[in-house]
């Protein structure tokens, strides 16, 4: 039974043989540089459409556009990075050039994400004290949800990412002193939110040790 | 360099983005001010914050072989592929 067919080894090695050597290389090249951040633009995605399915669709049509023009990327940049801006550039096209609604926003999807995930409130070396460790994923997710999508964006790009000023500059198409203050306006809000979160998941919580 | 133009690069420096005269002025008001220094920690604090508490998912499985089957799929049927987009 595990002897190999050989009818089946033939037609293999055509299609193969099919495929030219620059081809295959592209291939092996593509693997290496691009489909490796797959997980992160499944991410982007997840959080630019809300909606699951969209975000699929939106990473399936990156990564076929990136193949198809690899050879425009220009080789020894951030490869993450390009690829993030044929998706954010893809979404775009998408949802907003044709004023088409995005799937709907599903939060009760993304709150079962949440939920699916055990929370470990401990889980840091940094010292009991610290409000922000009594948060939870999803009061953060939340309060970055809360941010308009300028601030949400670069935030993103940022501090999930760990994308340079320059490289979140020619993602969003503005110059690096407006992603500078984007950043620096956008994470005032976003600690005031975590704070106004903090204080009433203290004053729920009398209960919980205080450790 | 007074608190409220430090106030301005907190963020920045938080990210290793100041250029190094800012850089060089920035720390030098933060060894003389106290409040500004507690600003600091406080902006670098959020950032991590924002680093361990938003949990990035795995792509679907589906997901990834779709991708997978893109570079290995011989020429031609990658070109229909393409159309077919
Ligand atoms: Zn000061």
Redesign the pocket.
Same mark, same amino acid.
Do not use: D, F, T
């Given at each position: 039974m595990d002897k190999p067919d050989p009818t089946r080894q033939a037609k293999t090695r055509t299609i193969k043989e099919s495929l030219s050597r620059e081809e295959r290389q592209k291939q092996l090249e593509f693997q290496r540089e691009a489909v490796v951040h797959l997980n992160a633009l499944y991410n982007y995605s997840l959080h630019l459409t809300m909606n699951p399915s969209d975000a699929e669709d939106l990473v399936q049509e990156t990564y076929l556009k990136a193949y198809r023009f690899f050879n425009s990327f220009e080789r020894g940049t951030n490869c993450k990075a390009w690829l993030f801006k044929i998706l954010k550039n893809n979404y775009i096209n998408r949802f907003r050039k044709n004023s088409k609604e995005p799937g709907k926003v599903d939060y009760d999807l993304i709150k079962d994400f949440y939920h699916s995930i055990k929370d470990t409130r401990n889980d840091t070396s940094e010292t009991d004290s610290d409000y922000f460790h009594s948060l939870l994923h999803e009061e953060v997710y939340q309060a970055l949800h809360s941010l308009p999508e300028e601030f949400r964006e670069v935030i993103q790009l940022c501090d999930i990412e760990g994308f340079t000023y320059e490289e979140i500059a020619n993602m969003v198409e503005s110059p690096i002193g407006t992603v500078r203050s984007r950043l620096y306006r956008g994470r005032k809000l976003l600690r005031a939110q975590l704070e106004e979160y903090a204080k009433k998941y203290g004053f729920n919580n009398d209960n919980d040790n205080d450790q | 360099?007074? +608190?409220?133009k430090?106030?301005v690069l907190i963020s920045a420096c938080v990210d290793g983005e100041l250029s190094l005269s800012e850089e060089r002025d920035f720390l030098l008001?933060?060894s003389? +001010?106290?409040? +500004?220094?507690g600003?600091y920690e406080d902006a670098k604090k959020t950032k991590m914050i924002i680093r361990e508490k938003i949990i990035q998912f795995k792509a679907p499985e589906t997901l990834m072989i779709s991708i997978m089957q893109l570079t290995s799929f011989n020429t031609k049927e990658h070109e229909e592929s393409l159309l077919y987009e």
């Open positions: - | 360099m007074n +608190c409220k430090a106030g008001h933060l003389e +001010c106290s409040e +500004c220094r600003e």
